[in-house]
T-cell receptor, first 108, second 117 residues
Framework: QKEVEQNSGPLSVPEGAIASLNCTYS??????FFWYRQYSGKSPELIMS????GDKEDGRFTAQLNKASQYVSLLIRDSQPSDSATYLC????????FGTGTSLTVIP | SAVISQKPSRDICQRGTSLTIQCQVD?????MFWYRQQPGQSLTLIAT?????????ESGFVIDKFPISRPNLTFSTLTVSNMSPEDSSIYLC??????????????FGPGTRLTVL
């Protein structure tokens, strides 16, 4: 079992819709969780960090954490074509673990 | 977050040669890491670069193939030795523990795209 699992997609949403990206983790000792955005040919860029159960909002992005279910999600509201990228989920406890990423395409 | 630079940004190398990749941070950081990312794949951690001591390598990676240096808190190098086409990949430096970061956030350099012929 991988430490962090994501649906690889691809996920396609129309412009203006809500994109929902999901991630599960296996280590109950994980303390911190992160979402990275990676454009093709570029390095990963940290877009959200979340440490406590519940929701954390930053602009059009909302991260949700449910430690009981070992589940992390990222919602992107009013999706734009510029949001088209691969989104990597990561967790850290004793070690930093990355998921394999979900490819998102926002269709104009 | 810290500003991280890598040199070179890309290179094309011949089989059997070695390439040293540099990672420079504009501020002191606690941790520095080296990752590899094959095309279309996720990130694979090669090693943690420890300041003043030998790097800590992940399973499948050895010091003879990937020697790493970290002479201070802002700089590290990764050498890819005796290269083969299978080493063609993007190599990424990341840092953790900047002055403005919290909770083990990692930030990535722009990467080095290596092609081995």
């Amino acid at each position: 079992q991988k430490e962090v699992e994501q649906n690889s997609g691809p996920l396609s949403v129309p412009e203006g819709a809500i994109a929902s990206l999901n991630c599960t983790y296996s280590d109950r000792g994980s303390q911190s969780f992160f979402w990275y955005r990676q454009y093709s040919g570029k390095s990963p860029e940290l877009i959200m960090s979340i440490y406590s159960n519940g929701d954390k909002e930053d602009g059009r992005f909302t991260a949700q954490l449910n430690k009981a279910s070992q589940y992390v999600s990222l919602l992107i509201r009013d999706s734009q074509p510029s949001d088209s990228a691969t989104y990597l989920c990561a967790s850290t406890g004793n070690q930093f673990y990355f998921g394999t990423g979900t490819s998102l395409t926002v269709i104009p | 977050s810290a500003v991280i630079s890598q040199k070179p940004s890309r290179d094309i190398c011949q089989r059997g040669t070695s390439l040293t990749i540099q990672c420079q941070v504009d501020s002191q950081v606690t941790m520095m890491f080296w990752y590899r990312q094959q095309p279309g794949q996720s990130l694979t951690l090669i090693a943690t670069a420890n300041q003043g001591s030998e790097a800590t390598y992940e399973s499948g990676f050895v010091i003879d193939k990937f020697p790493i240096s970290r002479p201070n808190l802002t700089f590290s190098t990764l050498t890819v030795s005796n290269m083969s086409p299978e080493d063609s990949s993007i190599y990424l430096c990341s840092v953790e523990g900047t002055a403005t970061s919290s909770y083990n956030e990692q930030f990535f350099g722009p990467g080095t795209r290596l092609t081995v012929l």
